[in-house]
């Protein structure tokens, strides 16, 4: 899950970016980076950190152009304290490109020995992204009939990218001396929306993560990057796209709507607030069969992502709504924050009570999902503390019970509270006097209701279900060692550079 963005504009694109940036901030907030060309001349400042900490003025002046790409990270691969890893990826041959990569490979290992071996390639970092810009880069020159690019050649090594490349990826890049390219998985499991902006100097293009930074950046959308598609933007500023799978089907992470996306983004067609509406609706049908409404005094989401289904829910079985919970603006989103302790901490820093919103009454919190269950667990605590007489708790979306492989941070199924447990299980671990889970179908139906056409979802999370086709057991046996090992290592040091940051505060 990271933000990316790619803009052709006829007058410097570097303010452009940084807002976009920060309207896809919630996409990633461990790196951020910003790439423009200006004649044939690559540009380029990245670092650890939120987008505001990573840019500075002379950092911007340092961007010249009127083509660019911007990507903030949220690691799936890799440290997310190792600044090399940031984003966008550059390669000088052959014919200099930077991209930026929305997603995950679920073949990375075997295509970086394939690279060294066959294509004499070398990969400096752990991140699966710069093993797709070389892919690209390797089928460009594999393509090219000498020294210069045309479209067949373009398409074509995207073609061979499809063939080669398995799992998640939404991607922007820019090769140097013709143009901007943005292309989609053959599944379009990451969002990827084009807009325009038609200016008296001509049309300019922006390619975004979620419709919202077209929005804020006043572009209009045109359309979504269809799956398996390439559109490639040139220097005089037309517009050429090709169908570059042989096969392809609409299939995006159905967790793109339960958590991950801003609720004012639209994401293949569908508005991800409205589908939250009817996720509430949903949840509200089951959740009369389990818990008697005059059990309920009041309904309080767990902000943000919660608000829509919890109102919509209060509202169908006419209980009141009410905001329980004060939000600490300045704390990042806990379930990407590295490590379970690190998680725990920021629940009480992020989130406050308002007491007299629980004191005293039977209370029913809802939430998107309940993935590891650390911040449930901390907000139904919060909630007794406050004087809860009871606690429900409802989920707007099923158990996650498995790993997700194409670019959210649950890869191991010892993480996942669900895994192997009931619900009546999963409720104790919480400490809920009830829990409700929204049924898969029901889910599936909260989008599809707005969309009829889209019929199918990878919801591998939910149902071991991997749209792939590609993930084995041995594949997610692996995964989950490697992490057992990285993640230890990763909470050591978020641990130490927060120990640093207090030292220098009290210095």
């Not at 690279?115 to 970092?125: A, C, E, S, W, Y």
């Not at 293009?205 to 919202?212: I, Q």
């Not at 993935?371 to 907000?379: D, K, P």
């Not at 792939?468 to 990763?490: F, K, M, Q």
């Amino acid at each position: 899950m990271c933000g990316i963005l790619g803009v052709v504009a006829t007058s410097p694109v570097n303010q452009l970016l940084y807002d976009g940036l920060m309207v896809l901030q919630h996409r990633g907030q461990d790196a951020a980076g910003i790439a423009t060309v200006e004649d044939d001349a690559f540009h380029m400042h990245k670092g650890s950190g939120l987008v505001r900490d990573v840019f500075r003025t002379r950092n911007m002046r340092a961007l010249p152009g009127n083509m660019g790409i911007a990507h903030c990270r949220y690691p799936t691969a890799g440290s997310a304290f190792d600044s090399s890893l940031s984003q966008p990826f550059y390669v000088n041959s052959p014919f200099g490109i930077v991209l930026g990569h929305n997603g995950n490979l679920t073949n990375t290992q075997e295509l970086k020995e394939e690279m060294f071996r066959q294509d004499l390639r070398h990969i400096n970092t752990h991140s699966d992204s710069e093993v797709l810009l070389n892919a690209l880069a390797h089928e460009l020159q594999a393509t090219a009939k000498g020294y210069r690019l045309d479209l067949d050649i373009i398409f074509g090594a995207v073609s061979a990218v499809h063939r080669r490349c398995r799992g998640a990826y939404a991607v922007v890049a820019m090769i140097a001396g013709y143009g901007m390219l943005a292309f989609r998985d053959p599944f379009g499991i990451r969002p990827l929306v084009l807009g325009i902006n038609e200016t008296a100097e001509g049309t300019e293009y922006l390619f975004a993560s979620e419709s919202v930074a077209l929005d804020t950046l006043g572009f209009k959308v045109l359309r979504d990057v269809d799956p398996g598609e390439a559109i490639f933007i040139d220097l005089d500023h037309r517009m050429h796209q090709r169908q570059c799978a042989r096969h392809s089907a609409l299939a995006p992470c159905i967790f793109e709507f339960v958590y991950l996306a801003r609720p004012d983004s639209v994401i293949d067609g569908v508005s991800v607030y409205e589908a939250r509406l009817h996720m509430g609706e949903h949840l509200a049908d089951k959740l009369v069969k389990h818990i008697p409404v005059e059990e309920i005094d009041v309904v309080i989401p767990i902000p943000d992502s919660s608000r829509p289904s919890a109102m919509q829910l209060a509202q169908r079985i006419n209980v009141p709504y009410r905001e329980g919970f004060v939000k600490n603006r300045y704390i990042g989103r806990t379930f990407i924050m590295p490590g379970q302790a690190t998680r725990k901490r920021s629940v009480r820093q992020k989130l406050n009570t308002v007491a007299q919103e629980f004191k005293g009454k039977r209370v029913l919190l809802v939430d998107d999902s309940i993935v590891r269950g650390t911040t449930s667990r901390e907000i139904v605590e919060m909630a007794r503390a406050a004087g809860a007489l009871k606690v429900y708790f409802a989920s707007a979306s099923p158990p996650v019970r498995y790993p997700n492989v194409y670019g959210i941070d649950m890869p191991t199924r010892g993480e996942l509270i669900a895994t192997g447990r009931t619900g009546e299980e999963i409720a104790r671990e919480i400490g809920a006097d009830a829990l409700v889970y929204q049924d898969l179908d029901a889910l599936k139906a909260s989008i599809r209701e707005l969309k009829p056409s889209l019929c199918c979802f990878d919801t591998s999370c939910f149902d071991g279900s991997y749209i792939t086709g590609d993930v084995s057991p041995e594949y997610l046996n692996a995964i989950e060692l490697a992490r057992e090992g990285y993640g230890a290592a990763r909470e050591e040091l978020w641990s130490s550079n927060q120990l640093q940051l207090n030292l220098m505060s009290v210095d």
